[in-house]
């Protein structure tokens, strides 16, 4: 029974992912974090039906990433937690690099 479940569940997600990629998103507003400044790469974000994100790079607008609202709240939560923190990288010394 897990196992049909399992697959009940890969099936709607892919159904849900399918139809994400599939809406026309040409006309959606792009935002970005406030005080960057148009000429510097930042990433950029639109809002979409039923929850779902857009996300891309400002240097390759036309590589566009979309989550559904579950994705998309994993992630902001995981963001907050510092799931993605990044270490700082260390110089030779064993000193932190300057960012």
């Known amino acids: 029974m ?7 569940v890969k099936a ?8 994400l990629y599939a809406l ?4 959606v507003e792009w935002q970005c ?3 960057t400044e148009e000429h510097e790469e930042r990433v950029e974000i639109a809002y979409l039906p039923e929850g ?3 996300m891309r790079s ?11 609202e579950a994705e998309w709240r994993a992630f902001v939560l995981g963001a907050r937690d510092g799931e ?3 270490e700082p990288a260390r110089q030779q010394d064993g ?4 960012r």
Do not use: C, H, M, W
């Open 33 to 35: 974090a406030p005080g």
């Open 95 to 98: 000193e932190s690099a300057s």
């Open 84 to 86: 993605f923190d990044l």
């Open 12 to 19: 709607r997600k892919a159904r849900e992912r399918d139809e």
């Open 52 to 54: 779902a994100v857009a």
């Open 24 to 27: 026309d998103i040409s006309g």
């Open 58 to 68: 400002s240097l390759d607008p036309e590589t566009v990433l979309r989550y559904t």
């Open 2 to 8: 897990a196992d049909a479940e399992d697959e009940d």
